[in-house]
């Protein structure tokens, strides 16, 4: 029996996943650019400051949501039928998770610790600095001033070449498995 692919014969007992369509590839465009929103808005928008009052809830409920996120991604790849289209997806949804996270903690370094940059970082601030070190660019305008901040502006140069090398190696991995099945 071919595989509607046009890919050849089906190996006996064994179930391929359908096709990829064009309406699936436009989720799987879609899906990740939405959670990116998602957590940009939830970034902008949650009481995170220390003059805000609820601050406390802010950092709980951003909280909450970023796990409510990683739980829907995994969710996600496990029960879809198209491994390769989901893992590409769950990579941009990652980076953004990872950009945001990023970004919040050096806001909430320079909001509780005005000496932790050179200068005090506004929520977008902070949003640039995290992707100028995430993409190696580093114009040197904003700086880490405390050994804190140079601790997690460390964490994030080693992570961010952990996360491109072994993230993609890892979702090689988990693709070929779960298309194998």
């Known amino acids: 029996m071919a595989h509607e692919d046009g890919g050849g ?19 799987a ?4 650019i939405f959670a990116a929103v998602i957590l940009l808005a939830g970034y902008f928008l949650l009481p995170i400051d220390k003059a805000s009052s609820a601050n406390l809830a802010g950092l709980i409920v951003g909280s909450l949501l970023l796990l409510a996120f990683v739980v829907w991604e995994i ?8 491994p390769v289209a989901t893992a ?13 996270a990023f970004a919040a903690t050096y806001f909430l370094l320079s909001e ?10 506004t929520r977008i601030d902070a949003l640039y ?3 100028t070190v995430f993409t190696t660019t580093g114009f040197g305008d904003i700086s ?5 901040a140079r601790v997690i502006v460390s964490i994030q140069m080693a992570s961010t070449l952990v996360l491109l090398g ?4 890892f979702l090689n991995i988990l693709v070929t498995a779960r298309a194998r099945r």
């Not at 096709?19 to 590839?25: A, L, N, P, T």
């Not at 072994?166 to 190696?169: I, P, Q, S, Y």
């Open 112 to 121: 509780y610790g005005h000496d932790n940059f050179n200068e005090r970082l």
């Open 75 to 82: 969710r996600h790849f496990v029960h879809s039928p198209y």
């Open 9 to 27: 014969e089906n190996p006996p007992g064994r179930h391929l996943p359908p096709r990829v369509g064009r309406r699936q590839v436009a989720e």
């Open 166 to 169: 072994l993230g993609l190696r």
């Open 88 to 100: 590409v997806e769950m990579l941009v949804a990652l980076a953004a998770f990872y950009i945001v």
């Open 144 to 148: 880490a001033s405390s050994q804190p």
């Open 29 to 32: 465009i879609v899906r990740p």
């Open 129 to 131: 600095f995290c992707l």
